[in-house]
T-cell receptor, first 115, second 110 residues
Framework: KAGVTQTPRYLIKTRGQQVTLSCSPI?????VSWYQQTPGQGLQFLFE???????NKGNFPGRFSGRQFSNSRSEMNVSTLELGDSALYLC??????????????FGPGTRLTVL | DAKTTQPNSMESNEEEPVHLPCNHS???????IHWYRQLPSQGPEYVIH???SNVNNRMASLAIAEDRKSSTLILHRATLRDAAVYYC???????????FGKGTKLTVNP
């Protein structure tokens, strides 16, 4: 079974631009979560989607948004990019939503650099 | 969010067992204890999880204290491929959100 895939793997943008990152979960998985990883803040939860609905949101500004499609694929968008948005963005999928014993499977991440 | 406390770093020799501790004194009755690890340049990888009883799988063992205020991840024979940052996470029921701490960076010496 194929793992979680994220595209693109690397991205370079300039301040003020916007960016869209894509995540394809493991086949059959319905929940997709997004995380941001930086050297200073570590891994931080962005948001989680299940059945095309956002179920949970982390403490990030409204410039960070996402959506999920009927096939469970998910995208996240960051508008008006700032230098501090440079990070590794990780997507994770799981079979169900909000099951505390469930395992999350992470993709390799998209490395975003904002110049 | 319930917090976990882990040592910043630990070192081990290849082929020896490694015990990675985690304190979670504010754990609630329905919190599952999850361990993930992140190898260099990769996304986090699930290792093991448990609720009250000790757990074993092909990767590791998880020993949970009787009062559940601490747990220990045990790698029975460390290999160079086990060098990674190990995260101990409390997973609340009703949430997909994983709250990562700083984790423990494990160095395995040949």
């Amino acid at each position: 079974k194929a793992g979680v895939t994220q595209t693109p793997r690397y991205l370079i943008k300039t301040r003020g631009q916007q960016v869209t990152l894509s995540c394809s979960p493991i086949s059959g998985h319905r929940s997709v979560s997004w995380y941001q990883q930086t050297p200073g803040q570590g891994l931080q939860f962005l948001f989680e989607y299940f059945s095309e609905t956002q179920r949970n949101k982390g403490n990030f500004p409204g410039r960070f948004s996402g959506r999920q499609f009927s096939n469970s694929r998910s995208e996240m968008n960051v508008s008006t990019l700032e230098l501090g948005d440079s990070a590794l963005y990780l997507c994770a999928s799981s079979l169900e939503a909000a099951v505390s014993r469930d395992t999350q499977y992470f993709g390799p991440g998209t490395r975003l650099t904002v110049l | 969010d319930a917090k976990t406390t882990q040592p910043n770093s630990m070192e081990s020799n290849e082929e020896e067992p490694v015990h990675l501790p985690c304190n979670h004194s504010t754990i609630s009755g329905t919190d599952y204890i999850h361990w993930y690890r992140q190898l260099p340049s990769q996304g986090p990888e699930y290792v093991i999880h448990g609720l009250t009883s000790n757990v074993n799988n092909r990767m590791a063992s998880l020993a949970i204290a009787e009062d559940r205020k601490s747990s220990t991840l045990i790698l029975h024979r460390a290999t160079l491929r086990d060098a990674a940052v190990y995260y101990c996470i409390l997973r609340k029921g009703g949430s997909e959100k994983l709250v990562f701490g700083k984790g423990t960076k494990l160095t395995v010496n040949p």
